[in-house]
């Protein structure tokens, strides 16, 4: 048996610090692996910035070729500036997707998807698969999420395709959504379903919450913003109304607020960025403020502030602090950012099965 206040302190550390702990004793190695205690760490861990950007040219080198790049700010707090590299520590060459729970999912060549918990650094290379496409299609476009489902305590990897007819030169009417299963190492087909009446962008992240995945797509007609969310455990979709700003609205992103979706936009009517928050089904304005020298909204921060990038070139990522209502130069330089807020996990993405009690 384990003393409360002792699992409260462990909890409350840092992956690195468990992992050299539980070399300690066998009960100390028992708990850190136990389900409950990796299902309360995840809870209590403090949330990390990490930036994807693009590197700079200097103009020194004639063979240049630009470079993706991803960094994470070690200090939860921002007060210090200084990152931590995270290309070299990647396990596979690709795109990320993610992070969902301290888990990012690599995209790489020839459809290779690796997972990849970037605490523990352990790794996954999941199954070879080919969506079997309609006759006369191709895929277009892919969009994916990534959570648990709290019924069967599992994690699952969703992907939607959507395929293009090539006879008709149109999207084919119905995309196929597939599931890859974290416990039995394995894929299978869901449903297809219609999806010609909305316009999906290709995404290889989603915002996930309390056994959903959302993504933030538009309807084909009015070309207004719907949220489709996905419930893990069920295994349906439903869409989920955005506030009524549709006309005003522009380059929104889907994020979390204080474990509540939220919209950040910018509102071209009044010049003003915004964040919406839906609360009990109910959307509700949390912010709005007027910002000079700004040109596209990248992602909410944990105290209600929010990432932009300048319009100067080269782009500068910056954080507006509505507690000190000013901009922050985190110090990156890049043709365009995408920011993630990170946590850091225990969870395993090896083959072993400890999601039984989580």
Same mark, same amino acid.
């Given at each position: 048996?384990?003393?409360?206040?002792?699992?409260?302190?462990?909890?409350?550390?840092?992956?690195?610090?468990?992992?050299?702990?539980?070399?300690?004793?066998?009960?100390?190695?028992?708990?850190?692996?136990?389900?409950?205690?990796?299902?309360?760490?995840?809870?209590?861990?403090?949330?990390?910035?990490?930036?994807?950007?693009?590197?700079?040219?200097?103009? =020194?080198?004639? %063979?240049?070729? &630009?470079?993706?790049?991803? @960094?994470?700010?070690? #200090?939860?707090?921002?007060?210090? !500036?200084?990152?931590?590299?995270?290309?070299?520590?990647?396990?596979?060459?690709?795109?990320?997707?993610?992070?969902?729970?301290?888990?990012?999912?690599?995209?790489?060549?020839?459809?290779?998807?690796?997972?990849?918990?970037?605490?523990?650094?352990?790794?996954?290379?999941?199954?070879?698969?080919?969506?079997?496409?309609?006759?006369?299609?191709?895929?277009?476009?892919?969009?994916?999420?990534?959570?648990?489902?709290?019924?069967?305590?599992?994690?699952?990897?969703?992907?939607?395709?959507?395929?293009?007819?090539?006879?008709?030169?149109?999207?084919?009417?119905?995309?196929?959504?597939?599931?890859?299963?974290?416990?039995?190492?394995?894929?299978?087909?869901?449903?297809?379903?219609? =999806?010609?009446? %909305?316009?999906? &962008?290709?995404?290889?992240? @989603?915002?996930?919450? #309390?056994?959903?995945?959302?993504? !933030?797509?538009?309807?084909?007609?009015?070309?207004?913003?719907?949220?489709?969310?996905?419930?893990?455990?069920?295994?349906?979709?439903?869409?989920?109304?955005?506030?009524?700003?549709?006309?005003?609205?522009?380059?929104?992103?889907?994020?979390?607020?204080?474990?509540?979706?939220?919209?950040?936009?910018?509102?071209?009517?009044?010049?003003?960025?915004?964040?919406?928050?839906?609360?009990?089904?109910?959307?509700?304005?949390?912010?709005?403020?007027?910002?000079?020298?700004?040109?596209?909204?990248?992602?909410?921060?944990?105290?209600?502030?929010?990432?932009?990038?300048?319009?100067?070139?080269?782009?500068?990522?910056?954080?507006?602090?509505?507690?000190?209502?000013?901009?922050?130069?985190?110090?990156?330089?890049?043709?365009?950012?995408?920011?993630?807020?990170?946590?850091?996990?225990?969870?395993?993405?090896?083959?072993?099965?400890?999601?039984?009690?989580?």
């Amino acid at each position: 048996m384990y003393g409360d206040a002792m699992v409260e302190i462990l909890s409350s550390l840092s992956v690195k610090n468990l992992l050299r702990f539980k070399c300690v004793c066998k009960s100390w190695y028992s708990l850190i692996e136990n389900p409950s205690f990796i299902s309360k760490h995840l809870k209590n861990v403090s949330t990390r910035l990490i930036v994807v950007y693009m590197d700079e040219d200097d103009g =020194t080198d004639e %063979y240049y070729h &630009p470079t993706d790049l991803s @960094c994470m700010f070690p #200090d939860e707090t921002l007060a210090d !500036l200084s990152v931590q590299d995270l290309d070299h520590q990647q396990p596979a060459t690709g795109v990320l997707g993610g992070p969902y729970d301290g888990i990012y999912c690599i995209f790489g060549l020839r459809d290779r998807i690796t997972l990849w918990n970037v605490a523990t650094r352990d790794s996954r290379t999941l199954p070879n698969y080919g969506p079997t496409c309609p006759r006369n299609t191709k895929v277009y476009k892919t969009s994916v999420g990534f959570g648990l489902d709290p019924k069967r305590n599992n994690y699952k990897l969703i992907m939607i395709y959507t395929f293009w007819d090539e006879r008709t030169t149109e999207l084919h009417e119905f995309s196929l959504c597939t599931i890859y299963n974290l416990r039995t190492n394995s894929w299978r087909d869901l449903v297809c379903f219609k =999806t010609i009446h %909305y316009c999906i &962008p290709h995404s290889h992240g @989603c915002t996930y919450l #309390d056994g959903l995945c959302h993504w !933030l797509w538009e309807l084909e007609d009015s070309k207004h913003k719907i949220i489709i969310s996905f419930d893990m455990a069920n295994e349906v979709f439903q869409e989920v109304q955005c506030p009524d700003i549709a006309s005003s609205a522009y380059m929104e992103t889907l994020d979390l607020y204080h474990d509540s979706l939220s919209l950040l936009f910018l509102n071209t009517t009044k010049n003003h960025y915004e964040i919406w928050v839906l609360k009990e089904r109910i959307w509700r304005k949390h912010l709005s403020v007027a910002l000079i020298g700004v040109e596209e909204p990248l992602g909410v921060w944990k105290n209600g502030g929010f990432f932009v990038q300048s319009d100067s070139r080269p782009r500068r990522l910056l954080l507006y602090d509505p507690n000190t209502q000013k901009m922050r130069d985190l110090g990156l330089r890049s043709f365009w950012f995408s920011v993630y807020n990170f946590k850091e996990s225990l969870i395993p993405v090896k083959g072993v099965d400890i999601f039984s009690d989580i």
